[in-house]
């Protein structure tokens, strides 16, 4: 698989090696280089920004009907299904998810085409109550040249769900793609251009985020950010978004909660909570990564889990019944260690996992025992920080008024999961729980047609659903006069005239 020669990036559409450093991208199971590119270089940027600006401009990707794109993007969705093994296999080598869930991540990715296509083709304007004698309307336009800058943990998903909707409206796109995970953002930019998006329309920039996504974002020309990834970055590119007076959407982090009540159908509860923060190995923003379990079922409940974690099959991502594959990077394997460590120190008692795997070829690569953590309470730094990895903070409550309390005292709110079998008790807590998406007996689940966003630290705006378009887009309003006679202010009147 891994050829030593030099990857090309797409710059405007051409593809050529990036004027910046080289570097591997490593398959995280075994720390085997899997490609070398080049990362793309200021100028690279500067000029990839300017070129999609006049292929904006002049490529008629803009001013194609509706229907016209639409038929391109459904395009792009049927070669990702066409080729959908070969991208499946090349996201398992390039972030390390098993082979099951990279699967289920293209064709999502294949989903989001199809879906978007479809509601560019039936989306409505709207024609408001007039106040006057003229028609009022509601219209959007393409902004151009809009950036999207993604995470590593879902690249070929978390792609599409920004390059769709951004090429539905009609704009521009400079993809910036985690700097450890650029196989993706590539391919999706070769499927545009062999489906029949112009040149320049899409562009791919790897490169390091401080460097190269803050210069992106700096842009003069580039007129929105759609931002997936940590809190602190997210921040720092809304400053500087406030100081440009550019929208943005953030996709932040989470620390979210997963309620276990005491009528809950256990079996049900069981899996969901394992499937809620153990599947993508943790790596997921909406991993349920705090537990709260009726005391009065804590004891039965963690016992479970524990055993549940513990038959989790953690290895080969290759393999068709792995669960959890490894974690992305050495570091980042280290950062969830400490983590673990700073539980302990605050008087967490390690329930299950806190190792690294040994054997059946995992010591090469970045693996981690799915972990839990009990004795701690929910103010812990362990409870309240993002993880971003299979580690659980497990913790009883004794009444419905404590867990409202403790699962809304975070500083993220991005999602959060019920299990109760009494339907009005959890639409109580449902409703009662800040959080941009709330999961009653199931977790994890997804639908392109809802949307998706946080509260608080977890972000701004949303994606998905059929408005996701119009956060590509600019507001206009419009007023079409119907006077048989000249406004009259000025005195004027159509008699004055005509004599
Ligand atoms: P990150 O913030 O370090 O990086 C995300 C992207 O931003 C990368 O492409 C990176 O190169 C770029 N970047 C970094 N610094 C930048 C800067 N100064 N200016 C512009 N771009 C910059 O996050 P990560 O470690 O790649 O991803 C993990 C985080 O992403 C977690 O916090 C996770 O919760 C979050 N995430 C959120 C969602 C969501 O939908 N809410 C989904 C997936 C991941």
């Not at 009990?374 to 993880?387: D, H, K, P, V």
């Not at 998706?452 to 600019?474: A, P, T």
């Amino acid at each position: 698989m891994f050829s030593s020669e030099l990857l090309p990036v797409n710059i405007a559409g051409e593809w050529r090696l990036g004027g910046g450093d080289a570097y591997e991208s490593l398959y995280p199971a075994t720390a085997e280089p899997i490609a070398r590119l080049n990362a793309v270089s200021l100028a690279d940027v500067d000029e990839a920004i300017t070129r999609a600006h006049h292929a904006f401009l002049t490529s008629g990707w803009a001013q194609k009907l509706p229907h016209e794109r639409a038929a391109v993007l459904h395009r792009v969705a049927q070669l990702i299904r066409e080729q959908g093994e070969t991208l499946a296999q090349k996201q398992r080598l390039d972030n390390g998810k098993p082979i099951n869930e990279t699967r289920a991540l293209v064709a999502s990715a294949a989903g989001t085409f199809q879906f978007f296509a479809a509601a560019l083709e039936t989306l409505e304007e709207t024609i408001t109550p007039s106040r006057g004698p003229f028609v009022t309307m509601s219209v959007h336009e393409p902004m151009g040249v809009v950036a999207a800058i993604t995470p590593w943990n879902s690249p070929i998903a978390s792609e599409a769900q920004k390059l769709a909707p951004a090429l539905a409206a009609g704009n521009a796109v400079v993809l910036k793609p985690a700097e450890v995970t650029p196989l993706m953002a590539l391919e999706l930019a070769r499927i545009c251009e062999e489906a029949g998006v112009p040149k320049g329309i899409v562009s791919v920039l790897p490169g390091k985020g401080s460097v190269i996504g803050d210069a992106i974002t700096k842009h003069p020309l580039v007129k929105r950010v759609s931002f997936t990834g940590g809190t602190t970055t997210g921040k720092h590119i809304a400053h500087i978004a406030a100081d440009k007076m550019m929208p943005v959407s953030l996709e932040l982090g989470g620390k979210s909660a997963t309620m276990v009540l005491e009528d809950a159908d256990l079996d049900h509860a069981v899996s969901g909570v394992l499937y809620g923060i153990f599947s993508s190995s943790g790596e997921s923003c909406i991993a349920g990564s705090r537990l709260f379990v009726a005391r009065s079922i804590y004891d039965e409940f963690l016992t479970r889990l524990a055993e549940g974690a513990n038959a989790l099959r953690v290895g080969d991502p290759a393999s068709e019944q792995t669960q959890m594959g490894p974690l992305i990077t050495a570091k980042h394997r280290e950062g969830i260690e400490r983590y673990v460590a700073l539980g302990v120190s605050e008087g967490a008692h390690i329930r299950t996992g806190g190792v690294r795997p040994h054997g059946d070829g995992r010591d090469k690569g970045y693996f981690y025992t799915p972990t839990i953590l009990e004795g701690l309470t929910n103010s812990a730094r362990t409870a309240q920080e993002e993880i971003f990895g299979p580690v659980l903070v497990a913790m009883p409550f004794d009444s419905e008024e404590a867990l409202i309390e403790q699962a809304n005292d975070s500083i993220y709110a991005l999602a959060a999961g019920v299990w109760s079998r009494d339907f009005k008790r959890a639409w109580r807590i449902g409703r009662a729980v800040q959080a941009g998406t709330v999961w009653v007996n199931t977790y994890k689940q997804f639908s392109v047609s809802t949307p998706f966003g946080g509260w608080r630290d977890s972000g701004l705006g949303r994606e998905k659903g059929r408005e996701g378009i119009f956060q590509y887009m600019e507001q206009k309003s419009m007023y079409w006069g119907t006077n048989d006679e000249p406004l009259p202010w000025a005195g004027v009147t159509h008699r004055a005239w005509s004599n």
